[in-house]
């Protein structure tokens, strides 16, 4: 956990300190007058946000909160043509949920792989599948054994949509977990209670990307 937490602060340093070099107003950049020849819908950056988290019990017999969190990380976007591009993303993400026991807390890495829809120069669309690696569990402060009762790996889908400003990006996205969040075994354990619940997170984020 502390080795790729370290190796995520160091991505997002090495593009902090890139853009700021490169970027020294908010102006739009006329990459043409640069002598750039990449496609508006290709570049890198940053990105931060909230996460509002939830998640969904197939049957109805917990009742949950939902928990406010964020998530950080760093993206890439691949030019296909003018209208489509590909954005793979690396994020820490906190999600979780509260419920009259307990307020527990799911962090994750996230890596989902955008199909992106340009159909205006400043607004674009979102959706494509993510995969999510479990790093820690937490009841309030306290940390729990994860291997036991819980799936390491979460999978899913994630679509938003998002603006630019000049080098920045806002946007909106809701994360889909379909994978269990605890294992078979500790819903057998459990007294057969139904433990089949999945993540949701709906996220909204501010961005800086370079190209």
Avoid: C
């Avoid at 964020?70 to 489509?84: P, R």
């Avoid at 959706?127 to 569990?137: A, I, K, N, R, Y």
């Amino acid at each position: 956990m502390k080795k790729l937490s370290f190796i995520l602060v160091a991505i997002l340093l090495s593009l902090t300190g890139y853009a700021q070099k490169r970027v020294t107003t908010t102006a739009p950049i006329n990459h043409n007058l640069e002598g750039s020849t990449a496609p508006e819908n290709t570049g890198f950056g940053i990105k931060g946000g909230l996460n509002y988290s939830d998640v969904r019990n197939t049957d109805g017999s917990i009742n949950f909160d939902p928990k406010t969190s964020y998530h950080v990380g760093a993206f890439a976007q691949f030019s296909i043509t003018d209208w489509f591009s590909l954005q793979p993303e690396v994020l820490y993400s906190r999600k979780g949920y509260d419920s009259t026991n307990v307020a527990r807390r799911l962090d994750y890495f996230d890596v989902p792989l955008l199909l992106v829809f340009n159909p205006l120069d400043n607004v674009s669309f979102h959706v494509g599948p993510q995969v999510s690696l479990l790093m820690t569990v937490k009841d309030d402060d306290r940390e729990i054994n994860k291997e036991d009762s819980y799936n390491s790996v979460d999978y899913g889908l994630a679509g938003g949509v998002e603006a630019r400003l000049s080098i920045f990006r806002l946007g909106a996205r809701y994360n889909l977990g379909m994978n269990q969040i605890y294992q078979d075994t500790y819903r057998s354990i459990a007294n057969n209670v139904n433990k089949d619940i999945k993540n949701g997170a709906f996220q909204v984020y501010v961005g800086i990307g370079f190209r």
